[in-house]
């Protein structure tokens, strides 16, 4: 299997027509200053030269909204990537956007541009959390806009964030449902963190909002992933990934932050998994002994949970001990005559 690598190219906070209460792209990505098309070549031909001749690479313009920035500013950046994608073995052109920033024109602009993958800022379907987070759209641009990524074929990945404001359980398990009904390709999950400088802040401090804690989240991610996985949806990414600051007491002000939340997510998956196979055989079968599963060897930390915490929920919980043996081939967990595929996971 080829490795794969992503250049990212940060467009922070362009295009977007109005702010977002969630949102301090500057902040998020780490880039204050303009990028031109100088700035993103520069970038291009850094990250080439750490990564080995035979890897399967893509280009993907991050932050901001695409394409709602001026268009020729579009076409400079997009013919900086192609000029690579020629000489160097550039596998994709990636963009992120918003809903309603997609159309006909702007779909036949993107392909003529060997754009390849779209990723649509979708966050929620419910109206009521769109009006509050200040998204400027409702749910109905996209399902519009994704019919059209995908009809002219580009893969499509939706982002959806779980706890702005008006949120639920019941809102999010919705969210993801109705992304199932769509079929993108991939999704990201964002637990909403309150950044400094944002609307949210001010809300928080005035007492209007409060953050969903980290447990809450970690439950409602793993739901939701076993949601996206069971129908064969990939999840890229749980979190926002965790920078110098993007850490509580620095740019993140308040929320469900753990530099891990990934693992804790995947963590509580595996024991959701493994619990249900011991309480269909009879789970009194199993207390007071040392249990031995079998199991993917790229898999055994997330079985064992972070710091083993899975190991410590079933030895206090049920009084079993677990043995966690790795084996090399395979995405199955066996516990004696028991199996369960979970190939869905990979």
Not at 69 to 98: F, G, P
Not at 222 to 233: G, H, T
Not at 240 to 259: E, N, R, S, W
Not at 319 to 324: E, M, N, V
């Amino acid at each position: 299997m080829k490795l794969k690598k992503t250049i990212s190219i940060f467009v922070p906070h362009s295009g977007c027509p109005n702010d977002c209460i969630f949102c301090n792209q500057k902040r998020i990505t780490g880039v204050s200053t303009p990028v031109g098309p100088e700035e993103a070549e520069n970038v291009i031909i850094e990250s080439l030269k750490t990564i080995d001749a035979d890897t399967e690479i893509e280009i993907a313009f991050f932050g901001g909204s695409f394409t709602a920035i001026e268009k020729e500013r579009q076409k400079e950046l997009l013919d900086v990537a192609n000029k690579y994608k020629k000489e160097y073995n550039i596998k994709d052109i990636r963009i992120s956007t918003r809903p309603d920033a997609i159309d006909e024109d702007i779909i036949s602009f993107l392909k003529s541009s060997n754009v390849t993958i779209i990723e649509l800022g979708v966050q929620s379907l419910d109206e009521n959390v769109l009006a509050q987070s200040n998204r400027g759209h409702n749910s109905e641009c996209v399902y519009r806009s994704s019919e059209l990524i995908l009809k002219n074929g580009f893969k499509l990945g939706l982002q959806m964030m779980l706890g702005l404001p008006g949120d639920s359980i019941e809102k999010v398990n919705y969210t993801a449902d109705e992304f199932i009904r769509i079929s993108p390709h991939f999704v990201r999950i964002y637990p909403v963190l309150v950044i400094k400088d944002t609307g949210l802040e001010s809300l928080f401090k005035s007492k209007v909002y409060e953050p969903w804690s980290v447990e809450k989240t970690v439950e409602a991610c793993k739901d939701i992933f076993l949601k996206f996985a069971r129908n064969k949806i990939k999840v890229i990414r749980m979190g926002l990934q965790t920078t110098q600051d993007i850490m509580i007491g620095k740019d993140v002000v308040a929320g469900p932050f753990h530099p891990a939340i990934g693992e804790l997510i995947y963590s509580m998956v595996y024991r959701e998994i493994i619990e249900k196979m011991f309480i269909g055989k009879g789970i009194e079968e199993y207390k007071g002994k040392i249990v031995e599963i079998n199991a993917p060897k790229s898999q055994i930390s997330k079985i064992s949970g972070n710091k083993k915490s899975n190991r410590e929920y079933f030895k206090i919980r049920y009084g079993i001990d677990l043995k966690i043996v790795a084996v090399e081939k395979g995405m199955v967990l066996r516990i004696g005559d028991l199996k369960e595929d979970i190939s869905f996971l990979a």
